[in-house]
Nanobody, 132 residues
Framework: QVQLVESGGGLVQAGDSLRLSCTASAVSERTFTLYATGWFRQAPGKEREPVASLNWSGGRTYYAYYADSVQGRFTISRDNAKNMVYLQMNSLKPEDTAVYYC???????????????????WGKGTLVTVSS
């Protein structure tokens, strides 16, 4: 069973930056390369929503997709050699406050932002709080 562990959350002020990391274990580098990986978030009283995903498209090509609310501010990246996924968050806003979850999808070839129903593996989440 693939395990995902997030880190890097914390309390920051509006306008600050934060980088989240996700480590995948119990999966080989070769297999992890094929997975689409993403970040989701869930604010208090709201449903879990997709933030960004990086979908494998063959060879060494990945396509990045972002929610409109974070486009231009957040950047998703991965280091397959380390089984790591990152989310760089810049210009943070109070409405970005949420628990952020790392996620992975075994399906190959998706050409859109991952949805909750697409996910095969979830991390337990890391809390990001942005004060105004």
């Amino acid at each position: 069973q693939v395990q995902l562990v997030e880190s890097g959350g914390g309390l920051v002020q509006a306008g600050d930056s934060l980088r989240l990391s996700c480590t995948a274990s119990a999966v080989s580098e070769r297999t992890f390369t094929l997975y689409a990986t993403g970040w989701f978030r869930q604010a208090p009283g709201k449903e879990r929503e997709p933030v960004a995903s990086l979908n494998w498209s063959g060879g060494r090509t990945y396509y990045a997709y972002y929610a409109d609310s974070v486009q231009g501010r957040f950047t998703i990246s991965r280091d397959n050699a380390k089984n790591m996924v990152y989310l760089q968050m810049n210009s943070l806003k109070p409405e970005d406050t949420a628990v952020y979850y790392c996620a992975a999808d075994r399906t190959i070839g998706r050409r859109e932002l991952l949805g909750v129903d697409d996910i095969d593996y979830w991390g337990k989440g890391t809390l990001v709080t942005v004060s105004s």
